[in-house]
């Protein structure tokens, strides 16, 4: 097993600058946009470009991720964005705009590269998995003209590649951490697809065939509406999401994300394995993510309640 | 044959100092790395995490002490070594286990304490005492083995067999 003691440390170290829950609640109280730039400029957001603080820091992320780890172990946090950026590059072709500012650094594919693909149709130049889902995502949606079968399509592809990586990788924590993105994403496609009351047929195609739910009766609670998918979800691991399903579906999808932060939190106590670092760049991008859902609910003059419930847990 | 015993009696020496010392050096090594990865972030924390580097090295110091002190015995260090039975010799040889074995095993175990330590301290330095008193329980062990293996070693020069 491989130890990454040095990593970790400087892991550790970088922790302590993570923004805590009361950092949160101060930003969230600022009066104002500026007081808010101010506010996370103090605490490490430094960009000379008002309208996206976090872009520097983004950077600097990966940039520290790439130094704590080799390839293999970072790998499971670089294929979501190769899909992101895979779904961008398709439906950036497919409208015929300009989608290189879509894109997004850190995938183990360039952007530009998948964009080029993409857009030339010509994918040797990715790796065949990848080829194979900008070719099949390009025909679907040139086919059906359905942006969200592509995004399902997509989505499912990442699943997967996430859970095979994990397998790969030998490592619980990585394991756990891909059955647990399976599963938050299905629970959400599962409650999209039963507030929208979608036929089965849709759903079978929408949901992932992968995590540690027993998905055919997922598929069915789904179709049976949000009362069923509830009380499918109770009993399970994931219980305290079906009391958020009944309030709204930002507070459900924030408690997804906070089931994966409570996982990620076991991480602090470990010293020797690859978890903390997976677990610090979850916990640093959802920073990023708090802090941009924040700046822009302050520039648009939302109601601090309506921002706030879209919050997730912090790390520290 | 007649040599037996002082060859046990040094080759329990030299155990001691080798096992102890590889724990030490594995533990040492541990600590330093989780050491060089909180001063790659904060230099200043430098000297604290220094300290936590050191507290697995006592136990290569202690196989070093019982070494020493069994090569006096026998009369190796200062050159007047005699024919050692190969009973005493055998003994000499038990005597130096403890320390030997238990130092291996606990300098790796302080090592893990140490390196856990160090990153308590790279979050909370102020914390940096009790990260101290957790490495250093696994001491008492090491010190232990360090005083059964020492007061043997001059229990058997007292022994005419």
Not at chain 1, 223 to 234: K, R, S
């Amino acid at each position: 097993m491989k130890e990454f003691t040095y990593s970790i440390a400087r892991v550790r170290a970088k922790e302590a600058a993570l923004l805590t829950k009361q950092d949160i609640e101060q930003l969230l109280s600022v009066d104002s946009r500026d007081a808010a730039l101010r506010f996370v400029r103090d605490r490490g957001y430094r960009s000379d470009d008002d309208s996206d603080v976090t872009a520097e820091v983004q950077k600097e992320l990966w940039a520290f991720i790439e130094e704590l780890a080799d390839e293999e172990t970072i790998r499971i946090l670089r294929l979501p964005v190769d899909y992101h950026n895979i779904k961008a590059s398709v439906k950036a072709v497919f409208s015929g705009i300009d989608g290189e500012d879509l894109l997004i650094d850190g995938g183990t594919a360039d952007k530009k590269e998948i964009y080029e693909c993409v857009k030339t149709r010509e994918y040797k130049e990715l790796d065949e998995r990848l080829a194979e889902v900008c070719e099949e995502a390009a025909v679907i949606l040139n086919q059906t003209q359905d942006g969200q079968l592509c995004d399902i399509y997509i989505d499912k592809a990442m699943l997967a590649a996430v859970e095979d990586a994990a397998d790969k990788s030998g490592d619980a924590f990585m394991k756990k951490y891909a059955d647990m993105l399976a599963d938050t994403s299905n629970l959400k496609t599962a409650y999209r697809c039963a507030v929208s009351e979608k036929n089965l047929s849709f759903i079978e195609n929408a949901v992932y065939d992968g995590g540690t739910f027993n998905t055919a009766e997922l598929k069915k609670a789904a179709a049976g509406g949000l009362n069923t998918l509830c009380e499918f979800v109770e009993p399970t691991e994931y219980g305290s999401c079906a009391e958020y399903m009944k309030i709204s579906a930002a507070v459900f999808e924030r408690q997804c994300a906070d089931e994966i932060m409570r996982f990620m939190e076991s991480a602090r106590y470990e010293s020797f394995s690859s978890a903390p670092i997976i677990a610090y760049h979850y916990a640093k991008t959802a920073e990023i993510n708090t802090v941009r859902l924040i700046l822009s609910g302050k520039l648009n003059k939302l109601a601090d309640d309506m921002i706030r419930e879209r919050v997730c847990m912090t790390y520290v | 044959m007649e040599n037996m015993g002082m060859v046990l009696a040094l080759a329990g020496a030299a155990l001691a100092s080798i096992l102890a010392g590889i724990g030490s050096a594995v533990g040492v090594g541990k600590a330093g790395q989780a050491a060089a990865g909180v001063v790659t972030e904060d230099p200043s924390k430098f000297s604290k995490v220094l300290i936590m580097q050191l507290l697995p090295g006592t136990q290569g110091i202690y196989g070093l002490l019982i070494a020493f002190i069994t090569l006096s015995q026998i009369g190796i260090l200062g050159g007047s070594a005699e024919a050692l039975s190969l009973a005493k010799g055998f003994l000499y040889f038990a005597a130096c286990m403890p320390i030997a074995i238990v130092g291996l095993l606990s300098a790796i175990s302080q090592g893990k304490a140490a390196v856990a330590g160090i990153m308590m301290i790279a979050k909370k330095p102020d914390q940096m005492s009790k990260g101290m008193i957790f490495a250093a329980m696994v001491e008492t062990y090491a010190i232990l083995a360090l005083l059964v293996s020492i007061l043997a070693i001059f229990g058997i020069a007292g022994l005419n067999i």
